[in-house]
């Protein structure tokens, strides 16, 4: 079971990234429908609510769910800071995934914001995020002498030595 799990989150990674691969954003873009397993559309965002991606929300009556992610940390989020370094978006862009649950595709919309200076923006967001982490970490341990560091794959701060 944990071994499917796994497979199905990979999955999900992969055809994510094969959506914002294909829809190159200009102002607003939109990729056709693609294929998504709902088996790995739910291992990646989960149910309905308030993720650290973003937000995710479910139309009943059309069968329907939609991902409003807000920038390009929640894309870091949800695939890994690895593979969002090779795509070529804009750090202010904001994405929204439609998933219809009986044909089980989905489709991404791009909107890019032109009014921000998009590399300062994803930077600053980025740092103050590690800094918060590292402020929960140590308030959590203060009375531990285990060494903190942060990880380059998934970018939380985690407590004693790495392997």
Aim: hydrophobic share 25%; charged share 25%.
């Amino acid at each position: 079971e944990l071994d499917r799990a796994r497979s199905d989150i990979s999955d999900g990674q992969r055809l994510l990234f094969e959506l914002l691969r294909t829809c190159r954003p200009n102002r607003e873009t939109t990729s056709t429908p693609t294929t998504f397993p709902l088996t790995s559309f739910v291992a990646l965002f989960g149910g309905p609510g308030l993720h650290g991606y973003g937000k995710h929300t479910i139309n009943t009556d059309q069968c329907t769910s939609q991902v409003d992610i807000v920038d390009m940390h929640g894309i870091d989020e949800l695939i890994g800071s690895t593979k969002t370094r090779k795509l070529t978006l804009i750090s202010s862009c904001e994405f929204r995934i439609q998933y219809h649950r009986k044909k089980e595709s989905a489709s991404i919309t791009i909107q890019c914001n032109d009014n921000t200076n998009p590399t300062l923006d994803y930077l600053w967001r980025k740092s103050t995020k590690r800094k918060r982490q590292e402020d929960d970490v140590s308030l959590q341990n203060n009375n531990r002498s285990d060494p903190t560091w942060t990880c380059l794959t998934c970018t939380f701060v985690h407590i004693g030595r790495s392997k």
